[in-house]
């Protein structure tokens, strides 16, 4: 199971489910990251945190702990 997280610089990945589990979940989901929508990173920060996805033409940053419950496919 990839998540978000793991993306390297460049990569695309299509989300196929969200963790319903994580304390940020509702958060993720009101920002736009959806099932089935495709991301790509962007770019990082020194430490991986915060990483900027490409979501629906708009560049988006969120930290690498929120990332972690974004599950690719």
């Not at 793991?6 to 969200?18: A, T, W």
């Not at 495709?38 to 702990?65: C, M, V, W, Y």
């Amino acid at each position: 199971m990839k998540t978000a997280s793991k993306l390297n610089f460049g990569e695309k990945g299509i989300i196929s489910d969200i963790d319903n589990t994580h304390p940020s979940f509702r958060r993720i989901l009101e920002i736009g990251f959806t099932p089935g929508q495709e991301i790509q990173l962007i770019n990082s920060s020194a430490f991986n945190d915060p990483l900027a996805f490409s979501l629906r033409g708009t560049l988006i940053a969120i930290r690498k702990q929120e990332a972690d419950c974004i599950i690719l496919s």
